[in-house]
């Protein structure tokens, strides 16, 4: 029987509990799960930003940290944890982030929020181009990028992706470099980047500049890869024309944050897609199953590059 401590929000203990007990059961793997094991006996943690684990120097015992999220940015650079980390891989996620992007773009690409302005008698037809007129570049290759990137291009979009290390995808333009490269006439960017050193504030001035003029910037990403006085200027200037945000620097966005009366700008409050539960729970379950037979586990985060 291993220990394994649930450190996550308290609402998340009661839609985890049973699932995780069952996933690992399925995969013969006996377990003492529990939000106040004492540190010293811990063979694993599954986690989720919480203020009341900030310090992992206690958990003499513990194996490795499992993290519910895909974005690992608060916990990668935690000194006191010594541990491997696993992010969350989940199809579930990835599907909804799929849906969410897609659906934004299409918004932009169609025109939407014109016609639907329009409807007080005006008859004023401006049909939207096809979507092989509308390039769409997407920053970050990986797991939520790369599945973004297909869906848009079965749709006919002609996508450039943009990753550190070289990649080759059927029907993807695909980059690595520098951004300025993959943003180049873009009427459309989409940000699904991890937020590191190297990441921060990557969509600025400089970076907007290279799209298409009237652009559209969607960012389910993470807040911080956008530099907010650059968009604000580029929004104002017309540059770009309209930004969707789903991650902000600080969240809630605070009331007075000008994204929240600007006109051209969507805020949405980070639910661009989710850890689901039902499937999360069967990465949890195969991690705990490897790391007791001692085998890779899965989605490993590289702490030195940070995602
Ligand atoms: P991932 O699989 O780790 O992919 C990250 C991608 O970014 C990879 O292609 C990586 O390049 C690229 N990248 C990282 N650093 C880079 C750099 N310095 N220059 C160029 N490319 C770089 O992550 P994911 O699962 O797709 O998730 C991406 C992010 O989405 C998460 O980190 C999180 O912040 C965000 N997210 C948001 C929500 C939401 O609801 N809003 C939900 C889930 C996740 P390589 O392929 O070369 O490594």
Known sequence: MINILFSARPQLWDVYRDLLIEACAAKGVDINLG????AEQVDYIIF?????LTDFTKFTRCKAVLSLWAGV???????????PLCRLVDTGLTQGMVE??????????????????NQ?????????PLSKDRPVTILGLGELGAACAKSLVQLGFPVTGWSRTPKSIDGIRCLSGSPAEALKDAQIAVLLLPLTSQTEN?????????????????NPGRGALINDHALLAALNSGQVAHATLDVFRVEPLPADHPYWAHPNVTVTPHIAS???????????????RRAEAGEPLLNLVDRTRGY
């Open 100 to 117: 969410w992007v897609t659906g934004h773009v299409l918004r932009h690409h169609l025109g939407m929020d014109q016609q639907i302005k």
């Open 48 to 52: 989720a930003p919480n203020p009341t």
């Open 35 to 38: 939000t106040d094991i004492p």
């Open 274 to 288: 989710e850890t689901r539960p039902e499937t999360a729970v069967e990465q949890i379950a195969e991690n705990l």
């Open 73 to 83: 940015e608060t916990i990668a650079p935690n000194t006191t944890l010594t541990q």
């Open 120 to 128: 007080n008698g005006e008859w004023a037809p401006v049909a939207p």
């Open 202 to 218: 990557i969509l600025d001035a400089d970076a907007l500049a290279t799209m298409s003029k009237g652009a559209f910037v969607i």
